[in-house]
């Protein structure tokens, strides 16, 4: 019967035994202070991307 082989993808890691640096970066990470979610240039983004542009493309859309 021949064997099976497994993709190196396939392989689960155990969470007790994480590799040392990764445990380091999970530290740094928890460590790290919360950041804001949002700046101004977040919201001047999404405010064009999220109702400015279909707005536009609507009123070109319905023009043409």
């Known amino acids: 019967m021949p064997t099976r082989r497994h993709s190196p993808a396939a392989r689960v890691i155990d969470p007790t ?28 983004w999404m405010v064009l991307l999220g109702l400015a542009l279909p707005v536009a493309l609507l009123i070109l859309g319905w023009r043409l």
Not at 24 to 33: D, G, M, P, T
């Open 17 to 44: 035994h994480l590799p040392p640096e990764l445990e380091a970066r999970i530290a740094a990470l928890e460590r790290a202070e919360p950041r804001p979610d949002f700046d101004a240039a977040s919201w001047v």
